[in-house]
């Protein structure tokens, strides 16, 4: 019994040492493979969602092609960015909602959206906040900016570009509009954010909000009688084909941002992060110029479409909208004056 037992003893400590030796070499490979020194990054492909409401053929689907070029060509092929446009992904609130998740998507989303997360950045899209784009962007180089970024991310939202000029918004309805009198009863199609909605019900509208994707079947379907936005994006959803009034009102000079999840920036090597930054800042400055180029050729189709443009008096409009800054009691106290003051010092 003695031998036998030594055998058995001598099988067993076989046994383990074959286990362990496998074990130590399925270790080995493992860190190999997830890039423990970070050397395997190299040869990984990060593929990322770009998700936004515009068609293609706007500003925001050129910024969007451009980004992916950039992008692609800079990180040499590790970065792969497939574009989503017309709100395949869902309405913006919805990819806001999956970036935030941990979904691997950069979503364009408005400073109105992220006013849900932390509500001074709603700011930025107020009505007639500024004179000018240059003053909006401005604001986003500022310490105060800084801090908007800082509280974002502790909500899980990481900005990667904060400087996309999305344009001048104005108002094309079914019926002539040249006074906040004009929009009383009519149903504006806007976005589904709070100061979208408060600015257009403060006009005397009744503010309706749609993805922008389902505009046109909405008005084609008397759901809304009319929508606001910069011109080359009622164009690109064609609805001066259904509504036939444009009015002036320039209620808001609009940037926007484009935002993923903390957590999921945080999963990518910080060389492509940087890529993917610098890379969004040079499509948002090549789509600034396609933008002003196309507003100004929107104009002349519309005109020739048979769309009615009418030149409107803002002062009427500034008085209706002046109740929406105290509409917001979730605001920094003063911060209406805050601003004001930043943009002195530009």
Known sequence: ??????????????????????????????????GGDGSSDKDKTYTINIAFGNQTDEPIGKLASKWKELAEEKSD????????????????????????MGNNVIVMAGFDFLMDYV????????????EDFDDLLYLTETDWFEGIRTDLREQNIEVINATTVYGERHLLTNEKVTSPEDLEGLKVRVPDNQMSIKTFNSMGAAATPYPLGELYTALQQGLVNGAENPLPVLQG??????????????HQKFITSWIAGTEFIETLPDDLVQILRETGEEAAEYARGV????????????????????????????????????????????????????????
């Open 77 to 100: 092929g590790r970065l792969e960015l497939k574009l989503y446009p017309s709100s395949q992904l869902g309405a913006e609130k919805d990819v806001v909602e999956q970036a935030v």
């Open 291 to 346: 933008l002003e180029e196309e507003t100004a050729a929107v104009l002349g189709e519309f005109k020739a479409a048979g769309v009615k443009v009418h030149e409107v008096d803002t002062e009427p409009f500034k008085e209706k909208v002046q109740s929406v800054y105290d509409e917001f009691p979730e605001w920094t106290p003063g911060l209406y004056d805050k601003i004001q003051e930043l943009l002195k010092d530009r």
């Open 119 to 130: 509500p001074d950045a709603g700011i930025l899209t107020a009505p007639y906040l500024v």
């Open 1 to 34: 019994m003695g031998k036998y037992m030594k055998m058995e003893i001598s099988l067993l400590a076989i046994l383990l040492l074959i286990f362990t030796a496998a074990c130590s070499s399925e270790t080995g490979t493992s860190k190999s493979e997830s």
């Open 237 to 250: 959803v064609k609805a001066h084909e259904v509504s036939k009034h444009l009015s002036l009102t320039g």
